[in-house]
């Protein structure tokens, strides 16, 4: 399976964009997917997942009530709505297939990821 993120760009603050993460060559249907975000000089951190089962979403502290995470199984995507974007937002973002979301966070668990779009938030 091949996973392609897309959507980054460059924002003002408060302002917003839609990432999608696009699957081809395999189901996401039976997935956890998650987004994770690495800023230049930071280590990668786990930003939001879904879960296959009942879509249960999980956010970081840093942008829960501002992003929302969705997925829709018929066109094999999952998008994440970045809203009220600050600057400390601007990173790479990647998404990535794996088994569940607990402990999502550290992104061990997950074995495809797709390749970084990036998002710059600044005036």
């Known amino acids: 399976v091949q996973l392609q993120a897309s959507g980054g760009g460059l924002v003002q603050p408060r302002g917003s964009l839609r990432l999608s993460c696009a699957a081809s060559g395999g189901t996401l249907d039976y997935y956890a997917i998650g987004w994770f975000r690495q800023a230049p000089g930071k280590e990668r951190e786990g930003v939001s997942c879904i879960s296959s089962s009942d879509s249960t979403t999980y956010y970081a502290d840093s942008v829960k009530g501002r992003f929302i995470i969705s997925r829709d199984n018929a066109k094999n995507t999952v998008y994440l709505q970045m809203n009220s974007l600050k600057p400390e937002d601007t990173a790479v973002y990647y998404c990535?297939?794996?088994?569940?979301?607990?402990?999502?966070?550290?992104?061990?668990?997950?074995?495809?990821w797709g390749q970084g779009t990036q998002v710059t938030v600044s005036s």
């Open positions: 990535a297939r794996g088994p569940f979301c607990s402990g999502y966070e550290r992104g061990k668990t997950f074995d495809y």
